[in-house]
């Protein structure tokens, strides 16, 4: 009797361990095994196109491709800023603000590039006020019928001006509007290769 009664209040401590621990414990098995309906900063800067648009299918002109991308490469993930031409002041300042996306992401720059898409009635116009600064900058251009054909698919249609990013498989992925923060564009794309780089680590280590 005397045992039992010694045995109720571990019991009862035991149970108030248990209770106050478990969610502790809950929580660093969910942190270490992430599952995957655990998201993990999935917030994008950046709206999200989900309409089937991809980068390949565009009928485009190179104007310039640094030599670099001749040779043969893995694929990569690009941002791109669309404009019409000529490329003025702001279109201007936004190469510079890609270039510095592109060098802030370091090691990870490999794995990026960026290009300018020039829209204009005549690409002889564009290839004659044409001035390559940047010897990293891809440069497109695209007729106007080629841009309303091609952005129709998106919600952009009435607005397409700004930055795109354009996944390894080639679907433009997220859009940008001209006046975005570079803070904002960096911090999305340096996730996503921050993300794609643990999956291939991932990967080769459950080889």
């Known amino acids: 009797m005397n045992t039992k009664k010694q045995q109720k209040p571990l019991f009862i401590l035991l149970g108030l361990l248990i209770l106050f621990l478990s969610p502790l414990i809950l ?3 969910l942190y270490l095994n992430k599952p ?18 991809n980068f390949n299918a565009l009928d485009k002109t190179t104007l310039y491709q640094p030599r670099s991308a001749f040779t043969k490469q893995k694929k990569y993930w690009l941002l791109f800023y669309l404009a019409r031409s000529p490329c003025r002041d702001l279109c201007q300042k936004n190469l510079h603000l890609m270039r510095q996306i592109h060098i802030a992401l ?10 300018l898409v020039q829209v204009a009635h005549s690409k002889d116009r564009i290839k004659n006020e044409h001035r390559q600064q940047d010897p990293h900058l891809l440069n497109y251009f695209i007729s106007d019928k080629e841009f309303h054909k091609f952005f129709s698919v998106s919600r952009f249609k009435q607005s397409a001006e700004g930055y795109y990013l354009v996944d390894p498989l080639g679907r ?19 996730h996503l290769l921050a993300h794609l780089k643990k999956k291939k680590k991932k990967y080769v280590s459950g080889k």
């Open 106 to 115: 370091g090691k990870n720059s490999a794995q990026e590039k960026y290009a």
């Open 36 to 53: 995957i309906y655990l998201h993990h900063k999935t917030t994008n800067k950046g709206q999200l196109i989900d309409s089937l648009a």
């Open 27 to 29: 929580a660093i098995i």
């Open 172 to 190: 433009i992925i997220l859009y940008y509007p001209t006046h975005a923060r570079g803070e904002a564009i960096y911090q999305d794309l340096s």
